[in-house]
């Protein structure tokens, strides 16, 4: 086991030797004079290794699945300059021995490639140092220098469009954990390449600069030193020069190609080939056009006609073919009835059940819900489900989805018994960009609101996506948009999901671990219906019922005294005081609260001991009810929940009146634990 154990720790030292030997050996190039056979070597690795670069930042499917670049484009381009250096030490020393001195590649670059005249061969570096430094290298910079602003700008509304689909059940905490290193990285990866880009920028201008130095001092060594006539000088050593300065720049546009398509490259997992396919050419009207213009051009006296006829014979054949592709097979929705057929009888079976809850959609949103096409709202639901259902403390009914044709072609209903609580339109070709209250500009879109919470929002292009991002905005696609309006109201009207049966169940469940806890509970003290209205009341008011154990306990302890589901009801929530106030204002050491003025305070206390309800004029609930909206307001404006502290007696009243308020919480004066400090913020008249 120790000698394995050695072998590995060998093996790992020796896969780890890859880099530093690169690098020692980049600097030997750079210090050891290099035989023409090496170089012919090394230059032809060099030429090889772009190659493969540029195309993996083709084949690759996303910019972060080639996260190493940046690191791999500084290794690359230090090697290509040690190169540089190498080769020029070798043309400078055995230049005056012919065009052959330093190596076959550089000879058949500066000879073959550029016909052996180095006006030509001038000519051609200068244009590839054009393309390379002005064209490519500066316009990737430049992308590069704008993908890292943007990327940094658009984290926010990133990781805010993660959260989003985290609340609404679409995607768990390990894929939401996920998707934030995915951001974090991809930031790092623009942030890098906009650096790594300078490289580039820099060893396109150490070209030109190496090209003028290797003439010029070829010269002044070949006619001083060598005794070389300086027709003979300037023939040795600029075509050398050149030819080294060629296979410099061959490698070194490639690479400047590889950037530009990285950093311009959209962060969707497809390859190249699928985004010009499905993008360029994907509707077949674009060739045809193309087509009839080329072919026009080809109709003129003096054009060459059949370069010209023949492209737009090939475009228009392939419009065709795509627009055969395209069409789509008519589906017949006859219904033939059989006239030998006979009715038959009816029965109970034709008597359909009220689904309790409800998800009918129109005609154009059913490839969402189709799950033989992998509909991605079906998913959605079920994540929605499941969150609910870790959220209340009870099994969520499954949700009943059909299509309804007399629903608008857009639209969707969310039903609870039959009855409809939600309804909206979406639009499944395009991503909602919702305003989360502070963006930073306008976005072109169809204005229309958040469905789930009344908030601007804009109907976008998919295109439009990160530029919305960058904006600020809170980005999601159609089937997030439905799934968190369902899973808002399922949230809101949590009481009405819960009933007899799921009842039982939990009970079923506590009795498993605490059998005498409920055989002392029901049937002996409280009915099932008592149970289950205390328990719906609980969820009326967004209190979970995780924590079945200590409501057991707390009716089983007040059960004896009274059945009245109200006072029960209080009852538990005084033994919950804790939970409640975490889940109101989290874990602080202090509660800041808003109270009612001593008056209406009393006026509440004396009306609820007189006949057990209160009773108020309509104009003083109405002001009371604008009071606490400007209240709460306020608080959600700092940041801080709003809490409304009041008797234990005017709690439920109140809850009820102002329920419609967001962001209150009505709480009782004995609901408040005893290690919580209570900080008094304003007083409510």
Known sequence: MADNEGKGFIADIIQGLGLPVLLLAMLGMMMIPLPPLALDV????????????????????????????????????????????????????????GTSAAGKVIEAFGEFVVGGNYAVGLVIFAILVIINFVVVTKGAGRVSEVSARFTLDAMPGKQMAIDADLNAGV???????????????????????????????????????????????????????????????????????????LVAQIPSLLLSTAVAIIVTRVSKSQDMRQQVASQLFNDPRTLIVTGAIVGILGLIPGMPNFAFLSLAGVCIFAALRLANRDKAPPESDVLVADAETSVPELSWQDVDPVDLIGLEVGYRLIPLVDSQRNGPLVARIKGVRKKLTEELGFLVSPVHIRDNLDLPPNAYRISLAGVSIGESEIHIEKDLAINPGQVFGKIDGVPTEDPAFGLEAFWIEASQRDEAQMLGYTVVDPATVVATHLSQLLSINAHELFGHEECQQLLDRLGAVSPKLIEELTPKLLPMSVITRVLQNLLEESIPLKNIRKIAETLAEHGARSQDPDALSASVRVSLGRSIVHNVAGAGAELPVLTLEPELERILNESAQENGNIGLEPAMVERLHQSLTEKAQSQEIAGEPAVLLVAPLVRPWMSRMMRNIRNLHVLAYNEIPDDKRIQMIAAVS
């Open 171 to 245: 995607i768990d905490q390990d894929e939401a954990r996920k998707r934030r290193q995915e951001i974090g990285e991809e930031a790092d990866f623009y942030g890098s390449m906009d650096g790594a880009s300078k490289f580039v920028r820099g060893d396109a201008i150490a070209g030109i600069l190496i090209l003028f130095i290797n003439i010029v001092g070829g010269l002044i060594i070949g006619t001083s030193q060598h005794d070389l006539a300086l027709s003979d000088a300037v023939h040795n050593y600029t075509l050398l020069t050149i030819g080294d300065g």
């Open 42 to 97: 090394l230059f032809t690795f060099n030429i090889a290794l772009s190659l493969a670069i540029l195309l993996t930042s083709v084949y690759v499917k996303r910019p972060l699945d080639f996260g190493v670049f940046p690191t791999v484009l500084l290794v690359v381009t230090l090697l290509r300059l040690a190169l540089n250096i190498a080769s020029t030490r070798v043309v400078l020393l055995n230049g005056h021995s």
